[in-house]
């Protein structure tokens, strides 16, 4: 059985860092694409980063620079070091893992339960 775990959400201050891992358990993903999306409260899921099996990053617009996701496909995991935290960064946020190199949310093809971010001011 697939699972997929995230960890290390918490509460952070405005310009701070926060790094968020996924283990995921069940089966090998080392050619998946392992990705990160996330839900502010009242707002759709939107995709975050995605990072392919060969290592190839892709970001939505408003995390670029701020921003990397990393993996390690012997032990699994992905890993979101979120730097310059903003306000609108508040959400869950969930891990998700695909076969299509897709970052579409419907495309995913397992998914973690989430872990929260909170940003204050």
């Known amino acids: 059985q697939v699972q997929l775990v995230e960890s290390g959400g918490g509460l952070v201050q405005a310009g701070g860092s926060l790094r968020l891992s996924c283990a995921a358990t069940?089966?090998?993903?080392?050619?998946?694409?392992m990705e990160w999306f996330r839900q502010a409260p009242g707002k759709e899921r939107e995709f975050v980063a995605a990072i392919s099996g060969g290592g190839d990053t892709a970001y939505a617009d408003s995390v670029k620079g701020r921003f990397t996701i990393s993996r390690d496909s012997a032990k699994n995991t992905v890993s979101l070091q979120m730097n310059s935290l903003k306000l609108e960064d508040t959400a869950v946020y969930f891990c998700a893992i695909n076969q299509r190199a897709s970052v579409r949310v419907n495309d995913m093809d397992y998914w973690g339960k989430g872990t929260l971010v909170t940003v204050s001011s």
């Open positions: 069940g089966r090998t993903f080392s050619t998946y694409a």
